[in-house]
T-cell receptor
């Protein structure tokens, strides 16, 4: 069974630029999550989708972050404009449905300079 | 607001030793608890999932226990190996299914 796929693996951008990350969840998984992990900390949820609807985006900085999940499968997370404090690993995860085991991708390491 | 604490932050043990990692959470109304492993520069690998109605789960040399009433979970690793070196994260889910993570325990197993 293929795991959660994310791209790119690494990205370096200058502050005020924009960036987008892509995630392909495990086939058949209805729930998709985006987490932000700052160095030395545990992951923090940014947004949660159930199929293509948003379930929880309470911790998403909506002035600069946006995410979508078209057709209930792939998802993209965008940052525009990026700030230095956005430097982190962005992790995508999926689960079969809510409250079941979550599986994570390899993450995208973003460095904002 | 759910808070998750992991103790110790770092642990170094000789190969072959049995060890226990601790996780505590403030809101006992959890739906489930999950233990993950994270290798440097990598994503998270799910190790064990314990439902709120369960007391423990086992997988190979790993055993996770859950005491919901006291807000605690432990991850027991038997006969540790250098390949077990990684950061171990626990995460709890309330009914809304958002996972709230601790900051992890960085484990080093020395040959």
């Amino acid at each position: 069974e293929a795991g959660v796929a994310q791209s790119p693996r690494y990205k370096i951008i200058e502050k005020r630029q924009s960036v987008a990350f892509w995630c392909n969840p495990i086939s058949g998984h209805a729930t998709l999550y985006w987490y932000q992990q700052i160095l030395g900390q545990g992951p923090k949820l940014l947004i949660q989708f159930q199929n293509n609807g948003v379930v929880d985006d309470s911790q998403l900085p909506k002035d600069r972050f946006s995410a979508e999940r078209l057709k209930g499968v792939d998802s993209t997370l965008k940052i525009q404009p990026a700030k230095l404090e956005d430097s982190a690993v962005y992790l995508c995860a999926s689960s079969l449905r809510r409250n079941t085991e979550a599986f994570f991708g390899q993450g995208t390491r973003l460095t904002v300079v | 607001k759910q808070e998750v604490t992991q103790i110790p932050a770092a642990l170094s043990v000789p190969e072959g030793e049995n060890l226990v990692l601790n996780c505590s959470f403030t809101d006992s109304a959890i739906y489930n608890l999950q233990w993950f492993r994270q290798d440097p520069g990598k994503g998270l690998t799910s190790l064990l999932l314990i439902q709120s109605s369960q007391r423990e789960q086992t997988s190979g040399r790993l055993n996770a226990s859950l005491d919901k009433s006291s807000g605690r979970s432990t991850l027991y690793i038997a006969a540790s190996q250098p390949g077990d070196s990684a950061t171990y994260l626990c995460a709890v889910s309330l009914s809304g299914s958002r996972l709230t993570f601790g900051e992890g325990t960085q484990l080093t197993v020395n040959p």
